[in-house]
């Protein structure tokens, strides 16, 4: 394939437009206070201001306190302001194998989530998006009517069915093909079967709005020049769904990468992912501001490369 | 009409009896539902022909344009391409090309790309391909933009290079639809003699499809007027414009005074119509004779229509009416003239004096006459 890099570069800009959608959507002056301010609002209540006191706890120490960690500042006599910031908190992160076993572990299982998501999701999406107009609107019911279920009675449901005494095991068992039940529960395989199946209809929605939008001319015009169907798509329709993927891929990855319930409900032992980490500082060690630091440095894992290659991208995008 | 001088000088190898048919379209049937989009179509299209396939919308002419790309599958029928029966094809094997209405340029390829698209399916050398491509972009003169995306074209350029897609594989066959229909007037009319030079040039097939009646005339060997699904007259443009086969033709391609009649007699200087309608008798000359009492429709073209101040000394071809309305339009002026039995006539005077000099206005008394030879007898 020659066109990869192109794919990339559609992908990256994909994920540029869908971030900076909502700043170009706000152009009138009137009413434009109102328009920024509401979201700006609820950004800053809802994430800024929970960041920033999560920020300040991870440079604290722990304490055996209310609330068990220290205060960053303190007034000496004299007047005198003292700013004290622990670092230790990150040095421990960077220096103790298990955290950083955790993050990549975290990375690799919420990458090859995205990517089964999306071998299965973009069949699915192709199919519905392609479909007679009177079955589509069925066809995204059918993806989307499960999440009308608690989520965590479908992974209950799961583990119901992937027990050594579930169902599939059970079926198996009679039918004769196994004399052993399979171990299917506690492995990394349920892993990856429960962030894919939970996440899917993210990457199949956007997708489906990317893939409905094809020209169909395009495809006549691949066609009309020589090109075969099975070509046609990996020339024309599979570049031009790269902002779809991009808008998919990350709506699975992000939240995947700190999934918390899934493995633990689902996985076994030995893979250790960075949500659980956090949940066991928090809770069981009690110490906030290590929790704390797992929390930033997850998001600086994933934001600032993230970024960073945006940036480039936007870059080279605007020099040619 | 603008119809250039040079095209009538060309051979019109449909009137040779012996020549080939290039393109041979056999009792093509396709319907929709239980819609005839095209019904039981034959034509025969020649080598190096500019072929237009003009009528309004839902008259079948884009099916019949998908048919030859190979996106339609007839019902029925045969379409033939230099001899080999290509009715099965699927497009990607058709020596055939298309430009889109929309341009479908892919949005996400330079125009480069776009215009090597075509070569690279073929498996054609890279030095090859893009030696191909400048000389495309040269031939459309868009060689300084094959870095482009698309969307940094204004609509023209994006006419060009479609066309520099489309031509890039040298088909045996060009197929245009609406080519120039998303273009603004001005650039239409310099684009209709460009196409026209570079088909000369290339020296490919061209088919189009188009509804403006000028761009069928302007650029085309040959016109086929189409109504619901079937080809109503195919002739030079001259032809059908001063010789239109129906009222529907004439009235279709350019404007048209229709006065309904029958035939009372035979005269030596054509048949003698009696027009209740327009109040007076007709002698028009016709191709061929007419038995008395038939009821036919004289076509009379507004240019062919002269404003007299008198009436003349014989007794037809004349009748007396009021300006009711006049469009000036620059170059010609239009006049709307009602006749005395009500019926309104429509008078086109090229403006030779200025404006100021025109004694014609508004509710003046005029006297509409023409010539034997000036409209055509119509009986369907």
Redesign the interface.
């Known amino acids: 394939m020659n066109n990869w890099p192109?794919m990339w570069a559609?992908f990256f800009r994909g994920l540029y437009r869908s971030l900076s959608v909502l700043g170009r959507e706000i152009q009138g002056k009137r009413g434009r206070a109102v328009v920024i301010g509401v979201p700006l609002l609820t950004m800053g209540l809802l994430f800024v201001l929970p960041f920033v006191i999560i920020l300040r706890i991870s440079f604290s120490e722990s304490e055996l306190a209310q609330p068990p960690y220290s205060s960053l500042w303190q007034w000496l006599e004299g007047g005198y302001l003292t700013i004290k910031l622990n670092f230790s908190n990150y040095l421990l992160l960077w220096q103790d194998a298990l955290y950083l076993g955790a993050y990549l572990n975290s990375i690799k299982v919420a990458a090859l989530s995205t990517l089964f998501t999306l071998l299965i999701g973009y069949p699915l999406s192709y199919g519905i998006a392609r479909s007679n107009k009177r079955w589509r609107l069925a066809l995204l019911m059918l993806i989307i009517l499960p999440f009308w279920t608690s989520f965590l009675i479908r992974i209950y449901a799961w583990i119901g069915l992937l027990n050594s005494t579930g169902v599939i095991n059970n079926l198996l068992l009679y039918l004769g093909v196994i004399d052993q039940p399979l171990a299917l529960i506690r492995t990394d395989f349920a892993v990856y079967l429960g962030i894919v199946y939970c996440y899917l209809p993210f990457m199949v929605l956007p997708l489906v709005a990317n893939l409905m939008r094809l020209?169909d001319?395009?495809l006549?015009?691949?066609?009309?020049?020589?090109?075969?169907p099975m070509?046609a798509f990996f020339?024309?329709t599979l570049?031009?769904s790269m902002p779809g993927i991009a808008a998919g891929c990350l709506l699975v990855f992000i939240p995947a990468v700190g999934e918390f319930v899934i493995p633990d409900l689902l996985g076994g032992p030995d893979s250790v992912m960075i949500g659980h980490t956090l949940w066991t500082e928090f809770f069981t060690n009690n110490d906030w501001p290590l929790a704390a630091s797992v929390a930033v440095a997850m998001l600086a894992f994933i934001v600032l490369p993230t970024l960073a290659f945006e940036h480039i991208q936007d870059r080279r995008a605007r020099s040619? | 009409m603008n119809q250039p001088k040079r095209r009538q000088t060309l051979l019109a190898p449909w009137q040779d009896a012996s020549a080939k048919p290039f393109v041979r379209i056999v009792g093509i049937t396709k319907t929709f539902g239980t819609t005839y989009a095209v019904d039981d179509l034959s034509v025969d299209i020649f080598q190096g022909e500019f072929f237009s396939l003009l009528g309004g919308s839902g008259c079948g002419k884009s099916t019949l344009l998908r048919i030859l790309a190979g996106f339609e599958i007839p019902n029925s029928g045969r379409v033939y391409i230099d001899g080999v029966d290509v009715t099965d094809l699927p497009p990607f094997l058709r020596p055939v090309n298309m430009m889109f209405q929309s341009y479908a340029l892919f949005p996400h390829m330079s125009v480069h790309a776009n215009v090597a698209f075509g070569l690279q399916q073929e498996g054609m050398a890279r030095a090859q391909v893009a030696a191909r491509v400048a000389e495309m972009l040269d031939l459309v003169k868009m060689g300084g933009f094959a870095n482009r995306k698309p969307e940094q074209l204004s609509g023209g350029q994006r006419q060009r290079v479609a066309l520099a897609r489309a031509l890039a594989k040298q088909p045996k066959l060009l197929l245009l639809d609406e080519p120039l229909g998303a273009l603004d007037r001005k650039l239409r009319e310099h684009t209709q003699l460009e196409l026209v030079a570079i088909q000369e040039r290339v020296g490919t097939t061209f088919i189009t499809v188009t509804h403006d009646q000028e761009e069928a005339m302007t650029m085309s060997t040959r016109v086929a007027i189409m109504d619901a699904g079937r080809i109503v007259q195919v002739n030079a443009p001259s032809t059908i414009y001063e010789f239109p086969a129906t009222r529907m033709v004439a009235d279709f391609l350019g404007a048209v005074n229709l006065f309904d009649g029958r035939v009372v007699a035979v005269e030596s200087d054509g048949l003698r119509i009696r027009c209740e309608q327009a109040g007076c008798d007709l002698i028009m000359h016709a191709a061929q004779p007419l038995p008395e009492g038939t009821q036919v429709s004289v076509a009379v073209r507004p240019e062919k229509i002269q404003l007299l101040d008198e009436a003349p000394s014989a007794d037809h071809n004349w009748l007396r009416g009021q300006v009711a309305d006049i469009a000036y339009l620059g170059d010609v002026s239009i006049y709307h003239v009602k006749t005395t039995a009500g019926q309104v006539v429509r008078v086109q005077l090229t403006n030779t004096r200025h404006e100021s000099e025109h004694a014609l206005t508004w509710d003046d008394d005029v006297v509409l006459a023409w010539s034997s030879r000036a409209g055509v007898v119509l009986t369907s």
């Open positions: 192109q559609q020209d001319t395009l006549e015009a691949a066609a009309d020049l020589g090109c075969r070509a020339k024309v570049p031009l040619t």
